[in-house]
């Protein structure tokens, strides 16, 4: 039991958002991530969001929305994950203005170095950021963007996908495989 808490407590991790320069969404193919960041987004925690995939490097294409948060979207002719996240950011009425673009990264590392790329040609300092994940891959999240950016304070903001939660992916062998 203890062993559990202390590899529970490692991988997920929930921060309070504060005030922050943008919001970054590394990848994937879950509306309900880009869902979570609209919703800090209107509540001003940011005035950017940084929706960041091409397409996962072990399918080599996107496969399409892995939930059904936004079921109006998957109609859509959609080739990559920036493409359906900006999608789902844009039903939840965020402005096209607030959304930057990345469409090269292939999996968690490349999205923070090519989120970097994409900050420092638009000239951004960023000195806060939330960062609207999947709630296990929180740590890893937070381990590769503060690689890219050591000088900015981070929020992790993350949301149940796949029903895997804090409280629940040691209970099932399929959850725990994702998870570890």
Do not use: M
Not at 143 to 171: A, H, K, M
Request: charged share 20%; glycine share 6%.
């Amino acid at each position: 039991v203890h062993f559990i808490k202390e590899l529970t407590d490692l991988v997920f991790l929930d921060d309070i958002p504060e005030k922050s320069d943008i919001i970054f969404i590394p990848g994937g193919s879950y509306g309900a991530l880009a869902k979570t960041a609209a919703t800090l987004y209107h509540q001003g925690l940011a005035p950017l969001l940084l929706p960041s995939g091409k397409y996962s490097k072990l399918k080599g294409y996107f496969p399409g929305p892995a939930d059904d948060s936004c079921p109006d979207i998957y109609r859509e002719e959609i080739s990559t994950e920036w493409e359906f996240l900006k999608s789902v950011l844009l039903s939840e009425g965020v402005p096209p203005s607030a959304i930057l673009r990345e469409v090269q990264a292939t999996y968690t590392y490349e999205n923070a170095i090519c989120s970097r790329q994409v900050t420092d040609a638009s000239g951004l300092d960023i000195q806060r950021a939330i960062i609207c994940c999947q709630a296990y891959h929180a740590r890893r999240c937070r381990l590769y963007y503060e690689i890219l950016y050591p000088e900015t304070q981070f929020f992790i903001c993350p949301t149940v996908t796949q029903g895997i939660s804090r409280d629940n992916w040691f209970l099932d062998e399929q959850k725990t495989n994702i998870v570890l």
